[in-house]
């Protein structure tokens, strides 16, 4: 059973982060993995006094995805990702703290395109400064999740009062957060029509702040809720959660599934079905 404590962000971050996660669970001497698959947001993830067991990678022609497993402490972040990359091997005790990016937030608060992180997982030192270094000592040091919160908070907000520009609720974070919300597809064209852009510029500004293509991004999106769908409510059939999601037909959402995930659902969900989650706590850390 993993045990998760959830905080969203106080005001400032708002438009940057969508929460922060505390996770801890224990495997004993099982191996459990966390496939790599697909995803529409960005996480930097610190391993809390513990270490990543291994990582099984799928794609041994990128030398962009790599992880440094063996030294040090790990602290990781995972950019966007359109197909399965492998999996991350825990085993014994565990802790986690996770940063959840809102899709324009990483740009914003880093100054860097998420385009050039896409599809890479890296150790964050190698990305960001030393920062990160430090956060990550007192982090493990912290007591309480409240406290590893407010320092991760502490940290982000620092790097926002960098910045010359800031960037608060743009149309790019707008046209990302409705597609998120929405249960289905949604014409791109009309998003263009609607913030008075070509399709051109939309494509090409969604992809500096997002990291992939706004129809890219909406399908990735659309499978990541299937699959939520499906981890929540297993007995649920997969023509109905097709139907929830937009999907054509189930045809469409398998051949959909196996190019984001690297398998076809049923094998998916028989090799890696995650661990029951308890999300004990959900709050605003800042009340």
Not at 151 to 179: P, V, W, Y
Not at 182 to 197: D, G, L, R, V, Y
Not at 199 to 214: D, N
């Amino acid at each position: 059973m993993i045990q998760t404590i959830i905080a969203k962000p106080t005001g400032l971050l708002n438009d940057y982060v969508c929460y922060f996660a505390v996770q801890e669970f224990n495997t004993f001497e099982q191996e459990l993995l966390k496939p790599m698959h697909a995803k529409h947001e960005i996480i930097m993830m610190f391993m809390i006094n513990c270490k990543m067991h291994d990582f099984i990678n799928n794609t041994h022609n990128s030398p962009m995805y790599v992880i440094h497993k063996t030294t040090g402490p790990d602290c990781i972040f995972s950019g966007l990702l359109t197909a399965s990359k492998g999996s991350i091997v825990f085993k014994g005790h565990v802790k986690l703290l996770t940063v959840h990016f809102k899709p324009t937030g990483f740009y914003w608060l880093f100054d860097i395109s998420p385009a050039e992180i896409t599809n890479r997982l890296g150790a964050s030192s190698d990305l960001f400064s030393e920062h990160v270094i430090s956060l990550h000592e007192q982090l493990q040091e912290a007591k309480t999740s409240m406290e590893m919160f407010s320092l991760t908070e502490n940290f982000l907000i620092e790097r926002l009062q960098r910045q010359k520009t800031r960037k608060g609720c743009c149309s790019i974070l707008k046209i990302s957060e409705f597609l998120i919300q929405q249960p289905i597809a949604f014409s791109i064209e009309k998003f263009a029509c609607q913030t008075c852009m070509s399709l051109k510029t939309l494509e090409r500004k969604f992809l500096e702040q997002v990291g992939i293509s706004p129809k890219l991004f909406e399908r990735i999106r659309r499978f990541n809720k299937a699959l939520d769908i499906k981890i929540s409510q297993p007995k649920l059939s997969w023509t109905n959660i097709c139907y929830q999601t937009g999907y054509y037909d189930q045809n469409h959402f398998i051949k959909d599934f196996t190019e984001f995930a690297g398998e076809t659902p049923s094998s998916f969900f028989k090799n890696s079905f995650p661990l029951a989650e308890n999300i004990s706590s959900v709050f605003d850390h800042a009340d």
